[in-house]
């Protein structure tokens, strides 16, 4: 070979290597790229989190107030009587609420005992001490379950009732050896005048709790 084609000869050499190389790299890179498409394409997608679940229904919390109850509320036991009964009362030197009659109730029977006991309101108001002469007036404070209930248990005791007074009056009383035993009761609008008595029955009681607690009736 001479020398004269040796720089010919060498240009193809490097256009050739070149080449090769330029090829090299493309598919190289080819290869990167696939390699992070891939890569990219295999990550998982970010779950969407689960809604949160639909609130169950929550008890709700003890000691709720009860539903208001109508009708006439006294506090206190001078408010149960006008002052011409409460003067009459006091007169007659019997105390009111004894501590001899704290465990008293205005009934007898065990039954509607139990009604007093259970109800969410009452007042008790007793003249007397425990013994053969007093009276002990609970004022309850009923819905109408409790009225029906009541009720029920005074027709199946024998209780003398009618309506009265827009309201529903029974009675009851006997005698045992030599002493009279009574009750008196009282229903309007949710409220239970409950009145027993031994050997002490004034005159006109119960009208007059009643004339005082509904005061536009007794007007008319």
């Known amino acids: 070979m001479s020398d004269s084609e040796t720089p010919g000869r060498s240009s193809r050499t ?3 290597i070149a080449t090769v190389v330029i090829a090299v790299l493309v598919v190289a890179s080819g290869a990167l790229v696939s390699s992070l498409v891939s890569a990219s394409g295999s990550e998982e997608k970010p779950q969407k989190s689960a809604a949160p679940p639909a ?8 000691n709720q107030p009860g539903p208001t109850l109508a009708g006439p509320n006294p506090a206190t036991c001078e408010e149960l009587y006008s ?11 019997l105390p009111l609420n004894d501590p001899s009659m704290a465990d008293s109730v205005g009934t007898g ?3 509607l005992q139990t009604l007093i006991s259970q109800a969410p309101q009452h007042l008790e108001c007793s003249w007397g001490y425990a013994g053969d002469y007093g009276l002990t007036t609970s004022v309850v404070r009923l819905d109408d379950a409790g009225v029906q209930a009541v009720r029920d248990r005074m027709d199946a005791a024998g209780f003398s009732c009618s309506e009265e007074d827009q309201g529903t009056r029974c009675l009851t009383s006997f005698t045992e050896g030599g002493t009279r035993y009574g009750e008196s009761h009282f229903l309007r609008e949710g409220v239970w005048l409950a009145t027993k008595w031994v050997n002490f029955a004034p005159s006109g009681y119960t009208p007059d709790m009643i004339d005082t607690l509904w005061p536009d009736d007794a007007a008319e």
Do not use: A, K, S, V
């Open 14 to 16: 490097w256009f050739i």
């Open 55 to 62: 609130d169950e229904e929550r008890p709700l919390p003890e």
């Open 83 to 93: 002052p011409e009964m409460m003067t009459q009362l006091t007169n007659t030197g």
């Open 109 to 111: 029977d065990g039954e």
